[in-house]
């Protein structure tokens, strides 16, 4: 029982010195650290290895390569009538045609890079079909 106690007190004399700490006064505070140790990566714009972005993207033929590649096994797109949940959904992210030609040629995460598979002018038409039809 004077265990119990002892616990007790200590449980009280934390809590208050956690009060008068000001950990527990109402006031805020932020985990966020007022100083940054190191770099963040560049952000780039070099599209020099994306060719299809090069290219004049038509969105009808890109209807095509969405089905016949296999993005509507994946993606969720209204336009495509497709209901995919393995990776984005288009009409909510809308990307935009950099973006699309990006994940397309490289792939990212659970998506395939389609480099090898499909022509760049495949890959054009497919940004093209996916930014007309989410408006990314």
Known sequence: ?????????????LALGLVGAGCLDGTETSATADTVVGTLPATTTDTSDLPALKLKGDP??????????????????????????????????KPDLVRVVTRVTKGMNAMPPFAGQLTNQQIADVAAYVVQSTGG
Do not use: W, Y
């Open 1 to 13: 029982m004077r265990r119990t106690h002892v616990i007790g007190l200590l449980l009280l004399a």
């Open 60 to 93: 009808a033929a890109g209807k095509q390569v969405f089905a016949s590649a296999g993005c509507e096994s994946c993606h969720t797109l209204a336009a495509a009538g497709s209901k995919g949940t393995v990776g984005p959904n288009l009409d909510q992210a």
